[in-house]
């Protein structure tokens, strides 16, 4: 059974992000990028079961631009097959998500983990979006999985508790950050990842419209946080509360 | 085995990285996993090795587990075979920990010890130490400073003797790192004592337990606690003719040209330490205020990291300059001498200033700028002298 594991070169989590003066964005010149960490959750769980025997083949697919190869090596660094690259600048969730509909297709895959969401734009959409333009069952927000004979078992955290739900594969998986703590990429193995193999498409091999769709009117840093005060008694807090943060 | 690989900043330019020119996809991938460690595994562990006087031996075995013990080694033994500029990059990150002495067992280990043997050694002897090397089941020291001989290499007075199979060594080493701990040492002895100094030393693999091999003292120091230093001592100490390292009597020269690579990696441990010390500062002074309003607010403060920085990045510059030329094969020596010199002084500027700003909070044991500001102070005295690496400098000056 092959697994498609997409993976988003996204601004560093470490990285102090900026808006650019022009409110048109977050200004990207010159800033560490890596993998969106909730994706190298996902290459995590897929190599697991890989190394489990349940599964034969891990295939890391990326939608960016050139650079985004070098988040698909860091996937091959620890233990995807191989790459594919889908050459296309600032895809929106629905256009990546008919793209990977379109790779799971020319690959046969029967199973694609992926992040739950990016940490860049945190849409939160694109497992969704895929699971319903392919047809396929979907568990979200997995923190525990387990692949069985033409089903997989997912278990997730909702508020109270776990809920298990059981899919039918094909299916699709989006990862939380409990499900497993990624491994370092060993040197021996950013070495091999060289020589894996990585091919790259466009949208338009793939047969997709990947023009966006959305416009953004402004982007603006989020507030800053002002000085706490002191209050005396719990009437005080109550009265401020209602009357100056109008929250009760 | 060529140590050398090919690193062409200006050919294939699909694989350059944005961050340099002499950084490729796998470098970056390194540099990140690296980074990753040191903020996970060391960073939040380290307080309790500077105590214990040393760096636990299940990281080191960690880190070989991971390949950052082998960088530059033969495949065949474990190793990555990549280039210099790969253990710049190891050297850089580790002196991001903010411990100079995690990060002086490490590099003594991969990058002034074993390049001994893997420079030197023959086929046998690669197999008989490298794989454990490598994976960082033994730790190795490097024994050549004397107490009355440090830069002065050929002013050494350990000598070994020749007899049947045997060499015999006596004498006294002095300031060793990994001395207490290491399981193999590389001697440095004299084997002829009737020609110049020069031309009559030899390298010697000594293995901890030989007999009439001991350590003499752990070593206080100022600074690097986290990093066993020792003096040894060798009484009658038989060593096999096997445990010879490169060719007899040319032990200065192999030393001579480690040095370049010990050199190297002490200024990317500088340009490291700086960084995180810049970051560190610059963490405080924003937050910190003082009559009113942050520390950064004052032009006095913020200009002098500014300049500081500016002195950090263009250093770092000459750093993987340096590394780059080495990995080309090309001589840089008068290089390698002015990254030795320019950046163990500069990691000391760094620090003044910046314990400086961290006011009296720097002044506690409790601050990670006083602990690297003990830990720079011997930027500028071991692994060569500044002193001693400007006249390199001036020697090549061409007057």
């Known amino acids: 059974m092959r697994v498609l594991v997409p993976v988003k070169r996204v601004i560093d989590y470490n990285v102090k992000i900026r808006v650019k003066p022009d409110g ?12 969106n960490p909730f994706d190298e959750i996902a290459i995590e769980e897929a190599v697991r079961l890989k190394e489990k025997g349940q599964i034969t083949e891990v295939i890391a697919v990326s939608v960016g631009p050139a650079q985004a190869q070098e988040t698909i090596r860091t996937a091959l660094a620890i233990g995807a097959d191989r790459g594919i690259l889908v050459t296309q600048e600032g895809a929106e969730p629905l256009a990546v998500a008919k793209l990977l509909k379109a790779l799971v297709e020319k690959e046969g895959a029967e199973l694609v983990i992926l992040g739950k969401q990016a940490i860049d734009d945190d849409s939160n959409q694109t497992g969704q979006m895929l699971a319903a333009l392919l047809g396929w069952g979907q568990a979200t927000f997995a923190s525990k ?43 021996p193995n950013i070495m091999k990842a060289k020589k894996k193999q990585l091919d790259t498409v466009s949208a338009a091999d793939l047969g997709v419209d990947a023009t966006p769709r959305l416009k953004t009117l402004k982007v603006v840093e989020p507030p800053k946080r002002g000085a706490g005060v002191k209050v005396a008694s719990v009437q005080e807090l109550v009265d401020k509360l209602k009357n100056e943060a109008k929250v009760i | 085995m060529d140590i050398h690989n090919s690193n062409n900043p200006s050919g294939d330019s699909a694989s350059i990285s944005a961050d340099g020119p002499y950084f490729r996809e796998e470098h970056q991938m390194f540099r990140d996993q690296l980074r990753r460690f040191v903020d996970e595994e060391i960073k939040p562990n380290a307080e309790a090795w500077e105590e214990d006087g040393l760096t636990p031996r299940s990281v080191l ?27 710049a990059i190891l050297a850089e990150e580790l002196g991001k920990s903010t411990f100079g002495g995690f990060a002086i067992t490490v590099l003594v280990h991969t990058d002034m010890a074993s390049p001994h043997l893997h420079n030197f050694g023959t086929e046998a002897q690669l197999q008989r130490w490298m794989p454990d090397l490598i994976a960082g089941r033994k730790i190795c020291a490097v024994a050549v400073t004397e107490p009355d001989a440090g830069s002065d290499v050929a002013a050494i007075r350990t000598h070994a003797k020749r007899d049947g199979d045997d060499f015999v060594l006596n004498g006294t080493k002095m300031f060793i790192t990994n001395g207490v701990h290491a399981d193999l040492y590389f001697v440095a002895a004299k084997t002829d004592s009737t020609v110049k100094g020069t031309r009559g030393i030899s390298i010697f693999a000594v293995e901890k337990g030989t007999p009439g091999f001991s350590v003499g003292r752990a070593l206080k120091k100022q600074g690097w606690l986290s990093s066993d230093t020792a003096e040894l001592i060798f009484d009658d100490c038989r060593v096999p003719v096997a445990n010879l390292i490169g ?28 960084q995180a010390a810049i970051a560190l500062t610059l963490d405080w ?27 950090v990045e263009a250093a770092r510059q000459l750093v993987y300059h340096s590394a780059w030329l080495d990995a080309q094969g090309r001589d840089c020596v008068k290089e390698v ?16 200033d910046c314990q400086q700003f961290h006011g009296g909070m720097g002044y506690l044991r409790e601050s990670a700028i006083e602990r690297m500001v003990r830990d720079a102070r011997v930027q500028s005295i071991g692994g060569g002298a500044t002193e001693v690496m400007l006249e390199e400098i001036a020697k090549r000056m061409g007057k």
Not at chain 2, 251 to 262: L, T
Not at chain 2, 285 to 311: C, H, N, Y
Request: aromatic fraction near 6%; proline fraction near 2%; charged fraction near 25%.
């Open chain 1, 145 to 187: 999985v387990e692949l069985g004979d033409g089903k997989i078992t997912v278990t997730r955290e909702v508020d109270g508790g776990l809920e298990t739900d059981e899919l039918k594969l094909p299916a699709i998986v989006t990862t939380d950050l409990r499900l497993n703590e990624p491994r370092y990429a060993s040197l």
């Open chain 2, 247 to 274: 060719a007899e009597n040319r032990g200065f020269y192999s030393i001579m040209r480690n040095f370049q690579n010990e050199r190297l990696v002490l200024g990317a441990q500088c340009i490291g330490e700086s």
């Open chain 2, 337 to 352: 001498s002015m990254v030795k010199a320019l950046c163990g002084e500069l990691v000391n500027d760094v620090m003044y």
């Open chain 2, 285 to 311: 002074v924003t937050q910190r205020k003082a009559f009113g309003a942050p520390l950064w607010e004052k032009q006095a403060i913020r200009q002098r990291l500014a300049m500081l920085s500016a002195r």
């Open chain 2, 61 to 87: 075995r960690r880190m070989g587990e991971l390949g950052f013990l082998g960088i530059r080694y033969s495949e065949a033994y474990g190793g990555s075979a990549m280039d210099t500029v790969a253990s």
């Open chain 1, 24 to 35: 048109s964005g977050v200004d990207m010149a010159n800033v560490k990028m890596s993998m």
